[in-house]
């Protein structure tokens, strides 16, 4: 580990009372810090290492805001491997010093979270060197949190890619060719292409504020997209997903509470979700999130679905 020397951190903290007591100088040393940083190339592998090291106790202890390490962007520091060595060793260090939880937080403040493999030379730019460089140094965090990027970034896609199609009144046929390819393109998996669909289409709604209204104007919106939610409902898990994603849409807008028992009966009947997935989320599948009121206006469907499961069994045991 890169501790500090007695004598270091004496000189550390004295530097950073000066800067907190006079303000005017954290800007200046900011400034100064983001020019000395571009000029890297010129320190001996020594003295960067050093630098890199001071760089990450600066903003592990608020010095210098992690945005100045966006500087190490420049083409000259990535192509021969410079900028990522500093990196690494910065990040490193920062992670001995303040943990990883704060090493990730600072790179989500610095807006670096997005940008990890641009620091990379074009030639070594892959998933495959990504894991071995971080992982190599035990930085396992950062390549959760690119990972974690890169789902994010790949659902906006997903979703772009829908309300593209759907503002070209392209087929539901066709759209779900897309949205599949895209999938499988990126990875993501169908419970969650689900809850991207269900909230992409209810943005598209212009609802009325009259919760007597809403209702009949959301299934009427609904049975349009019945054909597109019914593709990626293959799965128990997906059909669940749906209904929380229902039941979280009608808790947090609050014309459509009395809503969410008819969309329900709209899916089972356009066999977007089985009566199984629908017991089971009444059981002990569904939310905190307006759990009584839900659950009570769901009570009579439930029964229904219950009697009509028994009689079904009682003509199987007579036949």
Known sequence: MHKLSNSNFVHLQVFIKLTRRYKYLEKMFEEEMKKVLVFIKGFKPIDRIKLARMTALWIGNGAVPPTVLLVLN???LIKNGIALEFLVELFVTFKQEKGQSSLVQNLKKGGLESKLMEFFPLNKRTEENFRQVFLDKGLTEIVKLHKAQESQEAKRELTQALLDDIHDNKAHKDIIVDIKELALKNSIPEHEIIGLIWSTVMSLGEWNKKE????DQAIKHLRGYCTLLQAFTNTDRAELSLVLKVQEFCYENMNFMKAFQKIILLFYK???LSEETILRWYKDGHSPKGKMHFLEQMKNMVEWLQNAEEE????????
Not at 212 to 215: A, G, H, I
Not at 312 to 319: T, W
């Open 74 to 76: 420049n083409e000259h």
């Open 212 to 215: 007597e209204l809403v209702t």
């Open 270 to 272: 356009t066999e977007i």
């Open 312 to 319: 079904s069994e009682s003509e199987d045991e007579e036949d």
